[in-house]
């Protein structure tokens, strides 16, 4: 029989009653252990996730706790905090006069529980209590850890997404630092679909969507293109060989003729042999051009040389 996966959500405010919906309505918990000093809200919330998950296609057991409760847990998440210390100020520092005395007011009773799984902290000052945690909780090295800077990241990620137009799935960035007035956003570290942002601004190049593909690239300026997915990968020895699938292709209306031929010659193809770049263009033949009688050849050939 499967272990069953039991985790407890400490402080029921607002960000507390989110991460407990959260896990309820996801299914990954099959019981949840709520935790509050104030009882007739915790019975309330309790209430409403037990309405909340009996349409869901998974079963889950929500129950009101005490602290005593959470050392069957295998995952707390720690949300106590106080948001009206922040009215008229940003500075998330401001909390620790609250936190840092109630997570050492309750630190004890989660040990004396018995708890021996993972503790996640999202209360403010993050970093400041999620180290008090720490201290007072001992358990082993990796096992307390903060939610730090993941909110703001996310937060750049989409702010990015909405600016450039490009889908956040593509875009890579960070906020770091103290989750609050001192994180700041590294720009050496952000890319766009793969590359730095200040390689698109050197090449002048422009990254936009390509056909069939959900993630990479294509460029703005390239006259023609290939949308290819990997398939298989041989391993020859000395190299790998990949074999793929072609899901779009797109050339640039200017380069077809009035008949629907192509002409990629006009535009000044760049070729790569033996570490050496060439300029394509001068156009040698056509299929066929060996066994073409002479009047076939002086007019296919002249209108490639136009």
């Not at 607002?14 to 019981?31: K, M, R, S």
């Not at 100020?89 to 007011?105: L, Q, S």
């Amino acid at each position: 029989m499967a272990k069953k996966r039991v985790l407890g959500v400490v402080g029921m405010g607002h960000v507390g009653a989110h991460v407990a919906y959260a896990l309820a309505i996801q299914g990954i918990a099959d019981e949840l252990v709520l935790v509050d000093q104030n009882e007739q809200k915790l019975a309330s919330e309790v209430q409403d996730l037990r309405d909340a998950v009996a349409y869901m296609p998974h079963r889950v057991t929500v129950r009101g706790g005490d602290f005593s409760d959470l050392g069957v847990c295998d995952v707390i998440v720690n949300s106590v905090g106080k948001i009206d210390l922040l009215r008229g100020t940003h500075d998330r520092v401001t909390e620790m006069d609250f936190t840092i005395p109630a997570v050492r007011g309750y630190a004890e009773k989660i040990k004396a529980s018995g708890f021996d799984g993972v503790l996640i902290n999202i209360t403010n000052p993050c970093d400041i209590v999620t180290r008090e945690l720490a201290l007072h909780l001992g358990l082993p090295r990796g096992r307390v850890f903060g939610t730090g800077t993941g909110l703001d990241t996310s937060r750049l990620l989409s702010a990015l997404a909405r600016q450039t137009g490009i889908d956040h799935k593509s875009i890579t960035c960070y906020m770091m630092g103290e989750h609050g007035n001192q994180q700041f956003a590294p720009w050496s570290c952000v890319s766009f679909k793969g590359m730095p942002l200040d390689k698109w601004a050197e090449t002048g190049l422009t990254p936009m969507a390509a056909q069939g593909m959900q993630y990479a690239p294509a460029i703005a300026e390239c006259p023609a293109y290939l949308s290819c997915k990997v398939r298989q990968v041989l391993s020859l020895g000395s190299h790998e060989m990949f074999l793929g699938e072609v899901v779009g292709v797109s050339v640039q209306e200017k380069y077809f003729a009035p008949d629907g031929s192509l002409h990629l010659e006009a535009a000044h193809l760049v070729g790569y042999s033996h570490g050496v770049y060439q300029r394509c263009g001068e156009v040698l033949g056509f299929s066929g051009y060996s066994v073409a009688n002479p009047d076939v050849l002086e007019k296919r050939m002249a209108g490639y040389w136009k």
